[in-house]
């Protein structure tokens, strides 16, 4: 048999092999026992002496070829496997990815963290209230005597006959509880559920949400209010924001004041602003001496100030939310809209 | 309420003040201004017209052809069917292309076979009274051509101060007071006003008495010789400008005397009242009085009454009886100019749900002082209007009262510390001054005097006065400062935390949404649910009936929000953090006992054969498991439960969780997880196409955080090789899983670790009542590697095990 005839026919039978299983077949037949290179070993000791030198090294060049040639094969189909790979055939980069669901956190609870966050930045305590309050804590204490108009136009839900208990109306009732129970000096932000008794539409609501403020100290002033909002704003826009205290009267506080933010959704003027550029914030003032005397703190020592940020009203102004029944409705297609 | 600049002007020059400016001013010192609007724009579009001549329509009895000068050059021929069109007369002329009232526009026109070109226009058709029995006659001389408001001096801007900013300012309800504050603002003086009582005759006086301390002060002014007289129309543009109908003259001088100062006030027919005169008293039981809207009101002890022979003829301070109502003709008049008190006025109009200028007046606490001013303001006015009245008798003014007026001491050092702004004594003095308070050096600090008409509620106190000092300086020229103090960090709030990672948790890796819900839970819901009988708090006044009970815990509401969700997504995944109230646990304070609840629903379609890892049960518990276990209860034990804690769930698919067992210990129910009773699927409306495979947790806040949360402690990491390997097991439905993964804990000796159920199966060919339950675990020893060997052992010690339980092997 001619070596050489051999060695090319396996050549060109290693390169036609079409892929690695194919190749490795080929490799066993090739360099097995019973294939080329076993037949021509196993016929080495049955030569004569003098040919098994040569027949030896024939067959080891048969071997080195042969294991060559399949080298080169495996190296080639790899390549061609991964210009395949690298062809991308079939991509489609429109086609869009499998939707991955997740959760949400309610924008009340969004917007809550950004003020905490600001707030305990500046060493204020987070605290906590009852939505079913004492009428003491709601109204009394806060200098709202039983025959105050103000408890007209803050349309209570109350409780019991006697008006002793009440679903407290803003979140003001938490500064007394605060203060009956803090030294001075403190600061403070509570955040949490209000009710009004009003039937509900688009821009009304009998439960929202609120966050008031409390900071009592020596010689806090209309300045330190000031500055604070100013702070806070920056903290929830991400920049300066100009604001104007106008008269406002609240009976907890005095001065008492309308704090008006510049308008953050134009320069000109829009819905939002009524084009007014301002838009009216939050009701603050000092706190009222009699308050602080109603929680035992010594009005001619401390003094502080107040304010009751409207939380709902934020989410919906920064989200421009068009109906303020969302907030509680539940409905997913409302909640889903906001991060985790 | 609504201030006219025109009226304003009658007490402090406003030359040169533009609206939006006097707007503004006024919003940033003292009341918010919500719209300035111009008055009657319409009167300045109509032109003052000189009828030139008038001649009878040829086809037409009661029509008049005139020629009309409206200063243009040609005189308009205008057809009119007035009667008292006459030449000579000015009048107001809409020209063609004019849009009037009611969005009516004058055209071109032919009538009954004459050109008209435009309209003289009626009082109605101007609308500024029902007056349409004749064309408007303007008064006086008016320039030909020019537009009519600005000719006979009603044009006039009407600036719209929100009521609620003047609650606790009663000087605000009439114009001179909110001209005090213009003045102070511009600086411009505030124009005397003469109110001394006019020259009184000698009779005497109608008798009052005053039964009453919630009438203060009571002055009658007896008035003769009053006529017929139309109100003149600078009075009428004003009270039209400020949204007042004109009627009459008495009436619209009383409303004017009440738009001016702020005093309302009212007018008899002397001649209907009692010989006896007037008495102020409470209203008797059952007493009942025809108030002048025409409506009979019941009346209480509490209501106060003028009466005259015994029976009731105004509802003090609120409003008129329809039986001493002034008709025309009325000669003889009795003026009331009065104080009653705020509470008993405001009980009574909000219990009769009769809200008048009035009553909304007395209610903000007016100054006594007040009456007297308004009695000689009123008399005043008449008396130019109709030289002829005159006042006969003596003034009547009872009752008992004093002048507020007060003086408060004022440190300038605590306003500067209170306002942070460095203001001067005497730019302190100037400020208050402006706005009538007196003001003198004293004790090296200040005294001030207050006005009686701020006195009665506004200012008591010398935080009162900082006020004053700081809103008239203007709160925005006060620098901005920085809160100084010490740096200590607040104190840990655990609760907080737990409630915020729960948030995290669950919206994060859970994939849950967060909701908010209401805390009123409905009537219905509870019946629904078995939860009728339980004690609630519940409001008085609800929105609506049946939604007046306080929620006692959370889940509830996310119940109703089932369906509604489920017609939208075919998945369900809500958590809400929110309060409930315990009225039985009530403190001795009466605050009920508040709960901080997590409740959690997983509501899914339902599938036909789920595996047991699908089922919204087995996925809820996964959450829960997976929620306690970075909230560091690793321990959390379902264990089922016999007495189920809510009526509403699954009478057998349901477990609680446990937290704290070990041992001995039993440990803490802190919740539980559930699946509805499938009883509820159809009330919830998720039944039919909407049919669901629902499941409800429970997780008290307030037990976890009574719990000892575990902490991490470092486990060193193994050193020798674990190897994984998968058993099956048979067994009968009541052999507890927990039962055979004891068996496989036993059998490892301690090397079994990570065991997880994969599989659960259930076949014709395992028989019936049984099941096969696949597990992954890992054979590891920290001391030596584990061999082929030892988990042969491992798997015969565990057929043994397995075998007293009933249990097998699977191959």
């Keep these: 048999m001619d070596n050489q005839a051999n060695l090319e026919t396996a050549q060109a039978r290693i390169a036609e092999a079409p892929d690695p299983a194919a190749l490795a077949a080929l490799e066993r037949e090739l360099l097995g026992k019973d294939g080329l290179l076993g037949q021509q070993l196993s016929a080495i000791p049955s030569l004569p002496p003098a040919e098994r030198g040569p027949a030896g090294r024939a067959a080891n060049e048969l071997k080195t070829a042969l294991t060559a040639g399949l080298q080169a094969r495996a190296t080639e189909l790899a390549q061609a496997d991964l210009a395949r790979d690298r062809a991308g055939v079939g991509f489609d980069a429109t086609l869009p990815p499998p939707q991955v669901e997740r959760g949400s956190l309610h924008p009340i609870t969004h917007v809550t963290r950004k003020l905490v966050e600001v707030f305990t930045s500046m060493g204020y305590h987070i605290l906590d209230g009852p939505e079913v309050e004492l009428d003491w804590y709601n109204f009394e204490a806060l200098n709202i ?147 602080l005397q109603a929680a035992g703190i010594d009005p001619d020592e401390w003094s502080g100030f107040a304010f009751g940020l409207g939380l709902s009203r934020l989410v919906m102004l920064s989200h421009g939310i068009d109906d303020v029944r969302h907030l509680l409705g539940g409905d997913l297609r409302f909640l889903e809209q906001f991060s985790c | ?253 009383s409303n004017f005397v009440m738009g001016d100062l702020g005093q309302p006030n009212h007018t008899f027919d002397r001649d209907q009242l009692s010989s006896e005169g007037i008495v102020v008293r409470e209203a008797r039981d059952g007493e009942t009085l025809v108030t002048l809207d025409e409506v009979q009101r019941n009346l209480q002890p509490s209501d106060l009454l003028i009466c005259s022979g015994g029976e009731g003829v105004a509802l003090a301070g609120i409003m008129g009886g329809e039986n001493s109502k002034v008709k025309e003709g009325t000669a003889r008049l009795l003026l009331e100019v009065a104080c009653f008190e705020p509470v008993p006025v405001r009980r009574t109009s909000s219990r009769l749900g009769l809200r008048t200028d009035s009553s909304a007046r007395f209610e903000k606490h007016l100054d006594p002082t007040l009456p007297l001013q308004a009695a000689g303001h009123f008399a005043r006015l008449l008396r130019e209007l109709q030289p002829d009245v005159s006042f006969p008798a003596q003034l009547v003014d009872v009752g ?66 900082v006020e004053e000092i700081g809103r008239l300086y203007r709160y925005g020229n006060i620098p901005e400062q920085h809160l100084v103090g010490a740096l200590v960090p607040p104190p840990v709030d655990h609760r907080r935390e737990l409630t915020e990672s729960c948030r995290d948790l669950l919206a994060g890796g859970a994939r849950f949404h967060e909701t908010m819900s209401y805390s009123f839970q409905s009537d219905s819901l509870h019946q629904m ?131 704290g067992a070990s041992g001995k210990q039993a440990g803490t129910t802190i919740g539980f997880v559930a699946e509805l009773d499938p009883g509820l699927a159809g009330p919830l409306g998720i039944d039919g196409e909407l049919a669901s495979d629902t499941a409800a947790a429970c997780v008290s806040l307030d037990l976890l955080l009574e719990q000892e949360p575990s902490g991490t402690s470092f486990v060193p990491l193994p050193r020798y090789p674990g190897f994984k390997i998968d058993v099956a097991i048979v067994a009968p439905d009541e052999v507890p899983a927990r039962d055979l993964a004891h068996a496989i804990e036993k059998a490892g000796k301690g090397n079994a670790r990570d065991l997880v159920v994969f599989d659960l199966f259930r076949g014709e060919q395992l028989g019936a009542d049984r099941r096969s339950l696949a597990y992954h675990l890992v054979l590891q020893n920290d001391k030596k590697t584990l061999t082929d060997k030892d988990a042969q052992s491992f798997l015969r010690r565990l057929e043994r095990g397995l075998g007293e339980l009933g249990a097998e092997l699977r191959s």
């Design chain 1, 145 to 291: 005597s039983a025959d105050h108009p103000a408890r007209d136009s803050q349309d209570t839900f109350y409780c019991d006959e006697k008006g002793s208990l009440v679903l407290r109306t803003h979140t003001s009732p938490v500064q007394v509880r605060a203060m009956e129970r803090l030294t001075p000096p403190f600061r403070l932000v509570c955040p949490g559920k209000v009710f009004r008794q009003e039937s509900t539409d688009a821009t009304h609501e009998h439960t929202f949400h609120q966050m008031e403020g409390l900071v009592v100290g020596k010689d806090i002033s209309v300045g330190h209010l000031v500055g604070t909002m100013k702070t806070l704003l920056r903290g929830i826009f991400g920049r300066d924001i100009d604001v104007r205290l106008r008269p406002g009267h609240f009976p907890f506080v005095e001065p008492g004041f309308e704090l008006d933010a510049r308008c953050v959704f134009c320069s000109d003027g829009c819905r939002v602003c009524k084009g007014t550029r301002w838009i009216e914030l939050l009701p603050c003032g000092l706190v009222h001496p009699k308050v």
């Design chain 2, 400 to 465: 008992d009262w004093s002048d507020p007026a007060c003086e408060i001491p004022l440190n300038p050092d605590q306003v500067r510390r209170s306002l942070g702004a460095d203001i001067s004594d005497e730019v302190m003095t100037t400020l208050l001054t402006s706005i009538d308070f007196g003001v003198q050096s004293q004790d090296g600090g200040l005294m001030v005097r207050v006005p009686s008409n701020r006195a009665t509620k506004d200012i008591g106190i010398e935080m009162d006065l």
């Design chain 2, 1 to 253: 309420m609504l201030i006219s600049m025109r009226w304003l002007g009658r007490h402090v020059d406003l030359t040169g003040i533009d609206p939006e400016q006097l707007a503004l001013d006024l919003t940033l010192s003292t009341a918010e201004v919500e719209g300035v609007e111009r008055f009657a724009p319409y009167l300045s579009d109509v032109v003052v017209g000189h009828v030139t001549e008038r001649i009878k329509h040829p086809d037409a009895d009661k029509l008049g052809i005139c020629q009309v000068d409206v200063g243009t050059g040609e005189p308009l021929q205008i057809v009119c069917g007035a009667p008292n069109v006459a030449a000579g007369q000015r009048v107001a002329v809409a020209t063609v292309g004019t849009v009037l009232p009611g969005d009516f526009k004058i055209k071109k026109s032919k009538i009954r076979g004459v050109p008209s070109v435009g309209m003289i226009c009626s009082e109605r058709e101007l609308g500024l009274s029902d007056e349409h029995d004749g064309i408007w006659v303007l008064p006086g001389e008016p320039t030909v051509g020019a537009p009519v408001a600005e000719a006979i001096g009603i044009d006039d801007w009407v600036l719209e101060i929100d009521n609620k900013s003047l609650t606790h300012r009663p000087d605000l309800w009439g114009h001179r007071g909110i001209a005090r504050e213009v003045a102070a603002i511009l600086q411009r003086p505030l124009l005397p006003l003469e109110t001394s009582m006019p020259e009184l005759g000698s009779e005497d006086p109608v008798s009052v008495r005053v039964e009453s301390p919630a009438c203060s002060r009571y002055i009658g002014l007896s008035i003769d010789g009053v006529g017929q007289g139309k109100t003149p129309d600078w009075m009428r543009a004003l009270l039209l400008a400020t949204d007042q109908r004109p009627i009459d003259l008495l009436v619209d001088l």
């Design chain 2, 529 to 659: 649910l078995g939860l009728d009988g339980d004690p609630y708090v519940s409001v008085i006044n609800p929105v609506a009936e049946g939604s007046a009970r306080i929620r006692r815990t959370v889940l509830p509401s996310l119940l109703t929000l089932l369906e509604p969700n489920r017609r939208q997504r075919e998945e369900v995944r809500l958590f809400e953090i929110g309060k409930g109230y315990r009225p039985e646990e009530a403190n001795d304070r009466g605050e009920p006992k508040e709960v901080h609840e997590l409740g959690l629903v997983l509501c899914q379609s339902k599938s036909d054969n789920p595996s047991f890892e699908q089922g919204a049960l087995a996925r809820l518990m996964a959450v829960v498991k997976d929620l306690l276990g970075a909230l560091q209860f690793p321990d959390l034990q379902f264990v089922p439960c016999e007495e189920p804690s809510v009526p509403w769930v699954h009478p057998v698919r349901r477990v609680e969780l446990v937290v």
